[in-house]
């Protein structure tokens, strides 16, 4: 059973850049396929998609947010990261790590980690 | 971007009572391979989302038949037949079809 966990800080200052990682468990990154999705859910609202890396290393990111973010992965570890800099109080939210298929379904999600921006 | 619209945005139903949602999309979620990749998720309290349905009205694996999608172009559904206390959540629909991918605004079933 595919298993996906998020980790990284909880609580980022304004302006500072946000980093979280996404442990995956039960398979492997690199089997083809597959993109490795992060998803966010602010407080009480919706979901928005932030972007995605496939096992080939390439990469697609929203254009909302593209400025900002980098998603990379790490096969050593079998893990995939986000980054989004120059965070502000609208990026608060709960992220999501997630895994989608060949045919585009979001097969598997992690639990979330809240990440809060405050000074 | 593809602008997903759920109605209603909030339905009471009765125990062993149908629901149904309606999703629109701003444009055509026909890819150009032929497919719909139109997905269906639900967010139970507290818990992150959860397949349902995948490419239009294909249930996911140990998702109850209780739950079937129907739809095409720019118009979708989801149905419960008999709603159960354990389908009380969020459900939104989903495009993969065009980048960027994106949500409807969930439309929040609950108990009468």
């Known amino acids: 059973q595919l298993q996906l966990q998020e980790s990284g800080s909880g609580l980022v200052k304004p302006s500072q850049t946000l980093s979280l990682t996404c442990a995956v468990s039960g398979g492997s990154i690199s089997s083809g396929g597959y993109s490795w999705s992060w998803i966010r859910q602010p407080p009480g609202k919706g979901l928005e998609w932030i972007g995605y890396?496939?096992?080939?290393?390439?990469?697609y990111y929203n254009p909302s947010l593209k400025s900002r973010v980098t998603i990379s992965v790490d096969r050593s570890k079998n893990q995939f990261s986000l980054k989004l800099s120059s965070v502000t109080a609208a990026d608060t939210a709960v992220y999501y790590c997630?895994?989608?298929?060949?045919?585009?379904?979001?097969?598997?999600w992690g639990q979330g980690t809240l990440v809060t921006v405050s000074s | 971007d593809i602008v997903m619209t759920q109605t209603p945005l909030s339905s009471p139903v009765t125990l062993g009572q149908p629901a149904s949602i309606s999703c629109r999309s701003s444009q055509s979620l026909v890819h150009s391979d032929g497919n719909t990749y139109l997905s269906w998720l639900q967010q139970r309290p507290g818990q992150p989302p959860r397949l349902l349905i995948y490419k239009i009205s294909n249930r996911f694996s140990g998702v109850p038949d209780r739950f079937s999608g129907s739809g095409a172009g720019t118009d979708f559904t989801l149905k419960i037949s008999r709603v159960e206390a354990e389908d009380v959540g969020v459900y939104y629909c989903m495009q993969a079809t065009q980048n960027p991918w994106t949500f409807g605004q969930g439309t929040k079933v609950e108990i009468k």
């Open positions: 997630a895994r989608s298929r060949g045919d585009y379904a979001i097969d598997y």
């Open positions: 890396i496939y096992h080939s290393g390439s990469t």
